[in-house]
């Protein structure tokens, strides 16, 4: 059974940083892509970033610029580097997996952003 277990949320003031890491219990290179979506109060989930097998990557036009999405393959661990937040990106940040056709996710980091 695959784990991933997201970390690195917390409070931040507007214009702050934070990075979330999510540690996966298989190799990510065992995923066609891994990625991290948010939840905020109210709203269906979105897509904030993703990235393939191959190194490709994908983001949502309001976090472009803003956010990075990268990995440690060594650590089997995904991380999403976020900047210049803004009140509008709080909401639960989720990570996801996707291997042949089964949808992995993780069990959500909360991240508040107070102006």
């Known amino acids: 059974q695959v784990q991933l277990v997201e970390s690195g949320g917390g409070l931040v003031q507007a214009g702050g940083s934070l990075r979330l890491s999510c540690a996966a219990s298989a190799s990510i290179f065992s995923f066609n892509s891994m990625g991290w979506y948010r939840q905020a109060p109210g709203k269906q989930r979105e897509l904030v970033a993703t990235i393939t097998r191959l190194g490709g990557t994908n983001y949502a036009d309001s976090v472009k610029g803003r956010f990075t999405i990268s990995r440690d393959s060594a650590k089997n661990t995904v991380y999403l580097q976020m900047n210049s937040l803004k009140p509008d990106d709080t909401a639960v940040y989720f990570c996801?997996?996707?291997?042949?056709?089964?949808?992995?996710w993780g069990q959500g980091t909360e991240v508040t952003v107070s102006s």
């Open positions: 996801g997996a996707a291997r042949y056709g089964t949808d992995y």
